[in-house]
Every structure is written in C-alpha cells, then in structure tokens.
C-alpha cells in the first residue's frame, strides 16, 4: 500500500484552514506547498504566525511544508517552532548543502525535491543524508502542469541505486499514473487538495484507490 498525503497551494488564509479542516479527517500528514516568489511566481501565505495557528488547530495531524524558495534556511527555524514534522527544500535552491546541515540541528525529518525539468544528477550528491526524496512530476509551482513520464525514468534509477529510500511522487497525479509510479517502486504519493476537493463527497474513495495502486 502507497501512503497519499494532500497538499495544499494558496494564499488565501481562509481557504487554507477551510481545506484543511476538511482534509484532517482523510489523512494523518498534510502538506503546505509555499513560496515566496523568488523560486517560482506564485505566492502562497507565509505568515509564519496564521501558519502556525491552522497546525494548532489540529493537534491530532502533523504537516509538512514544501518550501518553492531560492532561501530556504530562511525558513527553516519559523517553520520548525510553527509546528511543521517534515521540511521539503527544492535542490535547485541556493545552497541546498546548507539546508541539510541546518536541518539536522532541528528534530524533524527532511527531503530534497527535484523539479519535474531538472535532471537527476543535480540531486545525486544529496540522497545519503535526506530522510525521503520528492521527485516531482510536474514543474514546481504549476499545480495543474501536465504529468512529465521522463519521471518515472529518474524514480526507477533512485529505487536502483537506493533501494531503502523512501520516494515521494508529486503533481497531477491519478489512478492512472499511480500505478505506473507504485511500479517503480514510489513510496507515498502527494495529491492536491484542489484535485480532492473537487467532489468532497469523494475524497475517501479517491484516497482508498490511489492507496491500493
């Protein structure tokens, strides 16, 4: 069984702890993707503060933020101390190396994310000392970009090469392309809330089938 965890992508603090409220119930981790703008255009809520407040709000989930920033040190510490489990840095941030060594100052679990036009060996040097790998199948920061099958060529070699380490596919994924991912070997799936929320009354069986992939 394939662990699938949510991901939620906005700025708008209502719709965030809305999403949220309603995801909490589907799934024991969820994910914040944020960005500042400086890696790619979109901009997503990172009051530090409001973020910390949706987390309290649900004791009973942890969450994990996808940090799209060319600085992710930056945010590293106000993340940690607003209550995020799991920090996810992109590799073609600016000192991915820095990254890592701060984080495991922090108690929390860390992974590297290669974007979905990024070539595999940018990644290399870095996968003995993260906790899980984010290869996305998408290009960061465009949620409805269309599914990169060149993907599944870099999963397929990671899962070669490191067969113990956890990956993790991320972007437009479905029933379809999960189980071509579950075939070379993914570990956990990362879904958009937008794609869930489409039909709430769904979200269950949607999670049961990508989970059974």
């Known amino acids: 069984m394939i662990d699938v965890t949510p991901a939620i992508f906005t700025d708008d603090e209502t719709a965030l702890a809305q999403q949220a409220g309603t995801l909490v119930s589907h799934s024991p981790w969820i994910q914040l993707d944020l960005s500042d703008g400086t890696m790619v255009p979109t901009l997503t809520l990172m009051d530090m503060e409001k973020l910390k407040a949706v987390i309290a709000s649900h004791p009973e989930t942890s969450f994990e933020a996808h940090l799209m920033v060319d600085n992710p040190v930056k945010y590293l510490k106000p993340l940690v101390d607003a209550g995020f489990k799991r920090i996810i840095a992109q590799v ?49 920061g465009v949620s409805d970009g269309p599914f990169l099958s060149e ?24 029933e379809h392309n999960a189980s071509l991912l579950s075939d070379v070997g993914v570990s956990r799936l990362v879904i958009s809330a937008d794609t869930l929320l489409k039909d709430p009354g769904s979200i269950a069986a949607t999670l049961e089938a990508l989970q059974g992939k």
């Open 92 to 140: 073609e941030c600016s000192d991915p190396r820095q990254f890592l060594e701060e984080a495991q100052i922090e108690s929390i679990e860390v992974g590297l994310a290669l974007d979905g036009a990024s070539e595999l060996d940018i990644i290399e040097p870095y996968l003995e000392t993260v906790d899980f790998v984010v290869v996305m199948t998408i290009e960061a």
């Open 151 to 174: 993907s599944l060529e870099k999963m397929k070699a990671i899962r070669h090469h490191y067969p113990d380490l956890s990956i993790v596919a991320e972007g437009n994924i479905d």
